[in-house]
């Protein structure tokens, strides 16, 4: 059984936040949580497994996204914000909260535009449909015609 898009989207977009978030308030709690023996919550290889996981959505959703609606520059925007995330301490700590929300940001955006690129294709469907067999319809008929 396979996972809808668009649920994989959603999914995308919750763990995208909730890694913008670990990240960005660990280091408020991180004394807490070592005093309470939870300390490994800080850990690099955390932070790491938690982005691939959310990249690992991303990209199953919107590859399905990218059969549906064939436009590709959603998975862009995901390559673009997960290498901005993944590299966040490279500009120094000043910088890191920033590259940060930079990069969920367009994790985020990158499901969002999916989700709606897959909805405006699946409400187009029955038109496009309709107009391609309009003018097959049109097309052999003339053929028809030509041929009497």
Sequence with gaps: MSVPQQSLDKAGIWVTT???LHCLLLPVILPM???IGLGFIGATILERTILGASLLVGAIALSQGVRRHHQVYPVGLLIAG???YWFKDALGASMEPWLILVGAALIVIAHWV???LSASRCRLAPVLVAKVNKVSDATN???VNRAA
Excluded: D, E, I
Aim: with cysteine.
């Design 18 to 20: 909730l890694c913008a």
């Design 33 to 35: 949580l070592s005093v």
């Design 82 to 84: 997960g290498t901005l």
């Design 114 to 116: 999916n989700l709606r």
């Design 141 to 143: 008929s003339s053929s």
